[in-house]
């Protein structure tokens, strides 16, 4: 499950299971979007990315549904395993600017 | 080579001290970040270069003072830090075609002022 409160929001889920993890944006200008990983000790990986012309884009094990409606994101890892474990920050871009904003973070969490 | 270099990975200086962060990349990119991150937050934006010249400066204070002595390299000066300084500084770069501005970071320099 997942909990937020005063640390980084954690989400838990066994191996093998499908995690989403979720993100709200900020900004309705934003055209584009980025999910990082990040695991201990190094810097932000760049996952996968979507344009806001586009609702959903699929990468290896990877999905990332963009709802601008309601300025939400959120990114899809099927059969999770142990290696995805490690924060994961949404980036949002408005209009091919170099001011990147990140979101709070989610933690993943996969359980043997 | 896909790679974004940071030295040193850990440092420790006293509030008196003046260092230096370095970061290095050979991927052709023009564009060219400092990026400061507290443990369990994100990244914070410092400093943008684009094409050597700094193009935001994220009213960092003074005691950071950053370079760009060629568009492979990307300095950041420290003097006088305080100890809330202490934090993962990473350095990230860009195409910066307009296009596909995904960032590549490198693994970061962890700092503690003491």
């Known amino acids: 499950g997942e909990s937020v409160g005063l640390h980084l929001p954690t989400l838990s889920v066994q191996e093998g299971d499908n995690s989403i993890i979720n993100c709200a944006y900020s900004n309705s200008a934003s055209d584009y979007f980025i999910w990082y990983k990040q695991e201990s000790g190094k810097g932000p990986q760049f996952i996968i990315d979507?344009?806001?012309?586009?609702d959903k884009r699929q990468g290896q094990r990877v999905t990332v549904l963009l709802n601008k409606t309601v300025k939400h994101l959120s990114l899809q890892i099927a059969a999770t395993q142990p290696g995805d474990s490690a924060v994961y920050f949404c980036?949002?871009?408005?209009?091919?600017?170099?001011?990147?904003?990140f979101g709070p973070g989610t933690r993943l969490s996969v359980l043997p | 080579d896909t790679e974004v270099t940071q030295t040193p990975k850990h440092l420790v200086m006293g509030m008196t001290n003046k260092k230096s962060l370095k970061c290095e990349q050979h991927m052709g990119h023009r564009a060219m970040y400092w990026y400061k991150q507290k443990a369990k937050k994100p990244p914070e934006l410092m400093f943008v270069y684009s094409y050597e010249k700094l193009s935001i400066n994220e009213s960092v204070p003074s005691r950071f003072s950053p370079e760009c002595p060629n568009s492979s390299l990307l300095n950041l000066h420290l003097h006088a830090l305080q100890p809330e300084d202490s934090a993962l500084y990473l350095c990230a770069s860009s195409q910066q075609t307009g296009a596909d501005e995904k960032l590549f970071f490198g693994s970061g320099t962890q700092l503690s002022v003491l």
């Open positions: 979507i344009r806001s012309n586009m």
């Open positions: 980036a949002e871009i408005p209009n091919y600017g170099q001011n990147f904003v």
